[in-house]
């Protein structure tokens, strides 16, 4: 899988997000030889991409972190991306996970090619508005828009050895927090439904506890989800 299309964002649910994203300050942040004339905004956890480096940033709104946390759960660092959004053929830098989600605004062409090499067969995915893809960004691949305008929002996790990089609490110290970041990835649950004593818990009992924390969570969040209509 290398593109791979999830569901929309359709209706109401499109337009406020597009709403959110076009009130977003964009700016150069990344300053990437591939996109030289795209602007972004990073959200949650930014990466110097030259240098491995993480910086810290605020939160989307609980609306975006919501669906967001649908999308990926475990996400790290969300990218927002404006103006010329056209990206030459690459692959995420290496301090990225292998598995990205991208909310497309607009139409964009998406090519990527099987084969690692831009002289092989290309493939290309014609992007519409509002459509979500899940993406192995280990793949060579590159965008182009084809509607004024288009915008991107791509949700990645990092890697552990990047991650060490921010100072610890002392609940990561005792390794509770990646583990319980691994648990929520292979349950496609939000970090925070996963009890942060599940070390002392059996299967059995981790099954409830995230299922009950799962049922609070989609109560609390349901007046404020953006409506995903899945693939």
């Avoid at 910086?55 to 989307?60: E, L, Y």
């Amino acid at each position: 899988m290398t593109c791979e299309r999830i569901g929309a964002l359709t209706g109401s649910s499109l337009e406020e997000f597009r709403a959110w994203a076009q009130s977003v300050p964009l700016s150069i942040t990344v300053r990437s030889s591939y996109a030289p004339e795209r602007l972004e905004a990073w959200f949650r956890r930014g990466l110097h991409l030259g240098k491995a480096q993480l910086s810290q940033h605020p939160d989307p709104p609980a609306r975006v972190v919501a669906l967001a946390d649908r999308l990926l759960p475990g996400w790290h660092s969300a990218l927002l991306c404006g103006a010329d959004t056209t990206i030459k053929p690459h692959r995420d830098a290496s301090g990225f996970g292998q598995i990205a989600v991208l909310i497309n605004l607009g139409e964009s062409k998406f090519t990527y090619w099987p084969k690692q090499n831009v002289t092989t067969e290309p493939v290309h995915v014609h992007m519409r508005d509002g459509e979500v893809f899940r993406l192995n960004v280990k793949t060579l691949h590159a965008a182009e828009p084809l509607t004024s305008g288009r915008m991107s929002f791509t949700l990645r996790t990092i890697t552990r050895e990047v991650l060490a990089q921010e100072q610890p609490s002392l609940e990561e110290q005792l390794g509770l927090v990646s583990a319980r970041q691994d648990i929520a990835l292979s349950c496609g649950v939000p970090v925070s439904c996963v009890p942060e004593n599940h070390a002392s818990m059996d299967e059995h009992e981790l099954t409830i506890a995230i299922e009950s924390r799962l049922e609070i969570y989609s109560r609390l969040t349901s007046s404020v989800l953006y409506r995903l209509v899945e693939k």
